[in-house]
């Protein structure tokens, strides 16, 4: 074993380290120093073809669907901070629409489901320990923590050390931590041992990934082991990570994938399907496949290049070692995508996606459902990042709230611009600051 390798294991063994979090670790440390380690050049994949829709798959009767539900468990990935807008706490906290928040919206949304169809349907949080308090003090739900890891050293490989402040020598593995985390933390066992069959995992700030039993009944009916809901490309997904072809096998590719150069990534018309990161697991699979390897499955590696200390650009240059959960549409024999609307594709990953979600061009329902007043494909959203990227910022610009976007095409934003109330974007508008849109105004005017 290569030095920084056991360097890195050792730290992290040292820190309270599953064994299976030593065996995924392992594997990403040895694709590291792999030529070409993770990437994916366009000129090696082809696009994918006859993708089945979610309307396809048949409704099954109340009886099996109650049955089915039953044996599903709702998992949220829930341990980031939204440090990207500036927050300090939970992304999941965020005020979503009046007096909700993400995990409020959330919870309604799964006992809806159990009130519908009589069926017990836990709701689990990943969290981190960052994240835990807060969210398990604001719902009810049965939560476990992601891993962390060692950053590296982009010079050597070897564990980066930063005693100003420790915490930052380590990092999350990914959001494809999740398969090694269930099995670590005792999860999965215990999920099984419960008659809990399936679980649909999906990111806590995508409201529209609510659970569809049309799925469940499909896998369980063709004995499908993964699922990967995807919507097919817009310009709103150039940066998402997209399925194609390689070497006969389905993958995918996330943008820290694209070799330097590569410019295919955004060829929307070309690979048609993104990822939602809305996935179904049949857990007796996936346990199935860890007792052949603790390390299961096996993802591609994506290799994060960072500073140790994010917020300092001139501290050690760092390597994170990371694996995306979707990626295992690529390794798990049988997994299969389904083409999704893109309803149930609402992520919020920047302030321009919270004005939108915040606006009128969504209807919170009564049973938690964010449902899209707008016609398709919806307005596009561009805010300035150097005024609106940071939430306390961002809301200085709206005081009293949002503008109509229900009929917006498009909204761009440079420089500073403060919105009034009752501010209605109709079609195309640029907007340059500095400037104020007076109280009732409808642009273009």
Not at 210 to 218: C, F, G, P, S
Not at 338 to 347: G, Q, Y
Request: aromatic share 6%.
């Amino acid at each position: 074993m290569e030095a920084f390798a056991q360097a890195t294991l050792s730290k992290a063994e040292k820190d309270g380290a599953h064994p299976v979090e030593l065996a995924a670790l392992r594997r990403r440390l040895d694709q590291v120093v792999a030529p070409r380690a993770g990437l994916l050049p366009g000129d090696e994949l082809e696009p994918l073809t006859d993708v089945p829709g979610l309307d396809d798959l048949p409704e099954p009767s109340a009886d099996r669907a109650r049955e089915i539900l039953d044996q599903l468990a709702v998992l949220k990935l829930n341990g980031g901070l939204g440090t990207s807008m500036g927050l300090t706490g939970p992304k999941s906290m965020l005020e979503v629409k009046p007096g909700k928040n993400f995990l409020d919206i959330v919870a309604t949304q799964v006992a809806a489901v159990r009130e519908r169809y009589g069926a017990r349907l836990p709701l689990l949080l990943m969290n981190s320990a960052a994240t835990r308090g807060p969210s398990m003090a604001r719902i009810e739900a049965q939560d476990f923590l992601q891993g962390r890891e060692p950053k590296l050293r982009a010079d050597d490989l070897f564990p980066v050390e930063w005693p100003a402040d420790p915490s930052l020598e380590w990092c999350p593995p990914g959001h494809g931590d999740l398969y090694t985390a269930l099995a670590a933390s005792g999860t999965l066992d215990r999920l099984l041992e419960s008659g809990v069959r399936w679980c649909f995992v999906s990111n806590a700030d995508n409201l529209g990934a609510t659970v569809d039993v049309r799925v469940a009944a499909w896998m369980a009916s063709e004995q499908i082991p993964f699922a990967m809901e995807v919507v097919q490309g817009t310009e709103a997904d150039r940066k998402g990570g997209h399925l194609a072809r390689h070497q006969g096998r389905v993958v995918l590719r996330e943008t820290a994938q694209v070799p330097e150069g590569d410019t295919s990534f955004s060829a929307i018309e070309r690979w048609k399907y993104y990822n939602t990161n809305n996935l179904w697991i049949d857990l007796q699979a996936l346990k199935q496949l860890q007792e052949a390897d603790p390390a299961a499955p096996s993802l591609p590696l994506i290799v994060n290049r960072k500073t140790v200390d994010p917020k300092d650009s001139s501290s050690t240059p760092v390597i994170q070692l990371e694996t995306a959960m979707g990626a295992a549409i690529g390794s798990i024999e049988g997994a299969r995508p389904v083409l999704v609307p893109r309803t149930r594709f609402a992520p919020v990953k920047t302030t321009d996606d919270l004005l939108v979600v915040r606006s009128d061009a969504y209807d919170l329902t009564a049973d938690g459902h964010l449902v899209p007043t707008y016609e398709p494909p919806g307005p596009v959203v561009t805010l300035d990042p150097a005024h609106y990227k940071l939430l306390p910022d961002f809301e200085r610009y709206f005081p009293a709230g949002p503008p109509s976007l229900r009929n917006a095409t498009r909204l761009k934003v440079t420089g500073e611009v403060t919105f009034g109330a009752d501010v209605t974007i109709d079609g195309e508008v640029n907007l340059t600051g500095p400037l104020t849109v007076p109280d009732g105004r409808t642009l273009p005017s």
